[in-house]
């Protein structure tokens, strides 16, 4: 069995299966901005029916914004699956956690997710309700920073000298140096996946090429992947 399995739904949407666990961040949004791409009819279609985005335990959303969080998405997987639990830092919904105040964790049997208040990147959204994520399960760590600053001080006292085996960070942090650093000298992951990417036939800006570029100059990280088309499957054993 693999200690965690990943599985790219759109930009940074993924399934995380961690242990016998089942997490989704931001994998469920339908409005798409310009430059990146969205769960479409065709891709919603496929991921209900998919093996990997089936029986969600946890549905967790770093932020709000329309490229990460659909309400209409995420009421039809509760309404399959309601049982779920939905862990977002807005009130949403009635049965829901909210994130509030710099940190709080959630624990469910051996997995422990630790959420901690990160500054969201451009001076523009600085206020945003925004959260990162550290889950923890059978000594395997997962960091989700959502679309945290690069190189924020915030994220370096979150991590607090604990071993990151797996980062999953935007591509920004790989195409900026000040990003790479970081990465190298404060993350240190055993394994980075970079994301939050558009598909083709959205990369006006040429986003892909460029986080191919920047993943290639990462040092010191044994594993670098890039997560382009929808549901990419990653496994690390």
């Given at each position: 069995m693999s200690r965690c399995q990943i599985t790219l739904s759109v930009n940074a949407g993924v399934a995380l299966h961690l242990g016998q666990h089942r997490v989704w961040s931001d994998a469920l949004h339908d409005r798409r901005v310009v430059g990146f791409s969205t769960v479409t009819p065709e891709i919603w279609n496929i991921l209900q029916a998919h093996p990997d985005f089936a029986r969600p335990e946890l549905l967790?959303?770093?932020?709000?914004?329309?490229?990460?969080?659909?309400?209409?998405?995420?009421?039809?997987?509760?309404?399959?699956?309601?049982?779920?639990?939905?862990?977002?830092?807005e009130q949403e919904f009635d049965s829901q956690v909210r994130?509030?105040?710099?940190?709080?964790?959630?624990?469910?049997?051996?997995?422990?997710m630790d959420f901690f208040q990160l500054t969201h990147?451009?001076?523009?959204?600085?206020?945003?309700?925004?959260y990162g994520c550290i889950?923890?399960?059978?000594?395997?760590?997962?960091?989700?920073?959502?679309?945290?600053?690069?190189?924020?001080?915030?994220?370096?006292?979150?991590?607090?000298?604990?071993?990151?085996?797996?980062?999953?960070?935007?591509?920004?942090?790989?195409?900026?140096?000040?990003?790479?650093?970081?990465?190298?000298?404060?993350?240190?992951?055993?394994?980075?996946?970079?994301?939050h990417l558009p598909f083709q036939q959205n990369d006006r800006?040429?986003?892909?090429?460029?986080?191919?570029?920047?993943?290639?100059?990462?040092e010191g990280v044994p594993d670098v992947r890039v997560l382009l088309e929808p549901f990419q499957r990653e496994i690390i054993a």
């Open positions: 967790f959303y770093t932020h709000c914004h329309p490229d990460h969080y659909s309400r209409a998405l995420t009421e039809q997987v509760l309404a399959r699956d309601p049982a779920a639990i939905l862990v977002l830092p994130l509030a105040g710099p940190g709080s964790h959630l624990t469910m049997g051996d997995l422990r990147e451009g001076p523009q959204y600085r206020e945003v309700p925004h889950l923890e399960c059978g000594g395997f760590r997962v960091l989700i920073a959502g679309d945290c600053a690069v190189a924020d001080p915030r994220l370096a006292d979150f991590i607090g000298g604990r071993q990151i085996d797996l980062a999953l960070l935007n591509f920004p942090w790989v195409t900026l140096r000040k990003g790479r650093h970081f990465i190298q000298e404060t993350i240190r992951p055993h394994h980075l996946f970079v994301y800006w040429g986003y892909r090429e460029a986080a191919r570029k920047g993943a290639a100059q990462v």
